[in-house]
C-alpha cells in the first residue's frame, strides 16, 4: 500500500496562506511558492505523486505542474544530495574558470553532471546563469552564492559541508 502524500499541517497553512494572495480562479500564480515548499517537505525532489498533490491542491491540471516543475532548474526531479553543487557554467564563468572548477569536482567527487555521491552528500548540478558573472566563477549551494572561486576555496566549502558547517539558508 502507497503513503499518501499530504503537507504538515503547518505547511498546509502556509500554502493556503500563499494562496489567499491570488484572486479566485488564479491559484496557479501560487505554483512557484508551493512547488518549493513541497520540495523541501517531501525529501528535497518532486516526484510524479508530489507534483500531482500540488495540482489538486491547486485545482489545476498536473501538466500544467509538469511544466513548471521541469522548466525550472532550481527544481529536482530525482532525489538529490544534502548539499547540490549548482555550478554555472556560462560565458562569463567559463572565461573565468569555471571548467576548471567543474571538472575538479567531478574528479574529487567521482560523480559525473547530474550524480550523486554514494554517500548521498553531494549533487553536481551544472547550472545556466546565476546571475554573478561580475563575481565569476561562481557556484550556488543552498540559497547562498559563493564567488570567485578557486581550486582552494572549492575545497574549503567540501570541507566544511562534510563536516556539517555549511547553512543552506
Not at 503537507?7 to 493556503?16: C, D, G, I, M
Not at 496557479?28 to 515548499?37: F, G, R
Amino acid at each position: 500500500m502507497s503513503e499518501t502524500i499530504a503537507f504538515k499541517p503547518e505547511s498546509l497553512a502556509q500554502v493556503h496562506k500563499i494562496m489567499a494572495r491570488y484572486p479566485e480562479g488564479r491559484q496557479k500564480s501560487a505554483l512557484l511558492p508551493v512547488l518549493h515548499i513541497a520540495q523541501k517537505e517531501f525529501g528535497g525532489w518532486l516526484d510524479v505523486p508530489v507534483m500531482d498533490y500540488v495540482a489538486e491542491l491547486l485545482s489545476i491540471k498536473p501538466i500544467e505542474v509538469y511544466e513548471v516543475a521541469t522548466f525550472y532548474t532550481m527544481f529536482n526531479m530525482k532525489p538529490v544530495g544534502k548539499y547540490v553543487l549548482e555550478v554555472c557554467r556560462t560565458g562569463p564563468c567559463m572565461v573565468c574558470g569555471s571548467e576548471k572548477i567543474l571538472d575538479h569536482i567531478r574528479t574529487k567527487l567521482n560523480i559525473k553532471d547530474g550524480e550523486t555521491t554514494e554517500d548521498g552528500m553531494f549533487t553536481l548540478k551544472p547550472a545556466e546563469c546565476l546571475g554573478a558573472c561580475g563575481y565569476a566563477p561562481m557556484l550556488q549551494l543552498g540559497k547562498f552564492f559563493h564567488e570567485n572561486l578557486t581550486i582552494e576555496k572549492v575545497d574549503e566549502i567540501l570541507d566544511l559541508c562534510r563536516a556539517g558547517q555549511v547553512d543552506l539558508g
